[in-house]
T-cell receptor
Framework: KAGVTQTPRYLIKTRGQQVTLSCSPI?????VSWYQQTPGQGLQFLFE???????NKGNFPGRFSGRQFSNSRSEMNVSTLELGDSALYLCASSLDRASTDTQYFGPGTRLTVL | KNQVEQSPQSLIILEGKNCTLQ??????????LRWYKQDTGRGPVSLTI?????NTKSNGRYTATLDADTKQSSLHITASQLSDSASYICVVSANDMRFGAGTRLTVKP
């Protein structure tokens, strides 16, 4: 069974631009969660989508948004990019809700904001 | 203050030796506590997941313990291998996921 895939793997943007990241979960998984990882803050939870509905949201500004499609694939969007948004963005999928089930992480998208 | 504190921040051990990583948390109540291994440049991989009623769980050479009374968990690695070099992250799940900063383990030959 294929693992979680994320595209693109690397991205360079400039301040003020917007970006969309994509995540394809393991087949059959209904939950997709997004995380931001930086050297200073570590891993931080962004949001979780389950059956196309946002079920949980971390403490991030409204510039960070996401959605999930009927095939469970998910996208994350960041608008008006800031230098501090440079990070590794990780996506994880699970069969059931992330808080109760084993999560499987993708390799991440490395975003650099110049 | 982070609700999940891990110690030590980093650790260097010789191949074949055992080691124990610590995780103290203040998140309460919580549904489960997890340990992840993250190799450099890769996404985390789940090692163990324990509910609050479980005391110990093993996954090969990795054994996690949980003391819900003292709000402490540990991850014990037995007979370390070079491939164990990675960051180990403790995660406490309540309504959301609270992550520790991780312990960076280096295993030297």
């Amino acid at each position: 069974k294929a693992g979680v895939t994320q595209t693109p793997r690397y991205l360079i943007k400039t301040r003020g631009q917007q970006v969309t990241l994509s995540c394809s979960p393991i087949s059959g998984h209904r939950s997709v969660s997004w995380y931001q990882q930086t050297p200073g803050q570590g891993l931080q939870f962004l949001f979780e989508y389950f059956s196309e509905t946002q079920r949980n949201k971390g403490n991030f500004p409204g510039r960070f948004s996401g959605r999930q499609f009927s095939n469970s694939r998910s996208e994350m969007n960041v608008s008006t990019l800031e230098l501090g948004d440079s990070a590794l963005y990780l996506c994880a999928s699970s069969l059931d809700r992330a808080s109760t089930d084993t999560q499987y992480f993708g390799p991440g998208t490395r975003l650099t904001v110049l | 203050k982070n609700q999940v504190e891990q110690s030590p921040q980093s650790l260097i051990i010789l191949e074949g030796k055992n080691c124990t990583l610590q995780c103290n948390y203040t998140v309460s109540p919580f549904s489960n506590l997890r340990w992840y291994k993250q190799d450099t440049g890769r996404g985390p991989v789940s090692l163990t997941i324990m509910t609050f009623s479980e005391n110990t769980k093993s996954n090969g050479r990795y054994t996690a313990t949980l003391d819900a009374d003292t709000k402490q968990s540990s991850l014990h690695i037995t007979a370390s291998q070079l491939s164990d070099s990675a960051s180990y992250i403790c995660v406490v799940s309540a309504n959301d996921m609270r992550f520790g900063a991780g312990t960076r383990l280096t295993v030297k030959p």
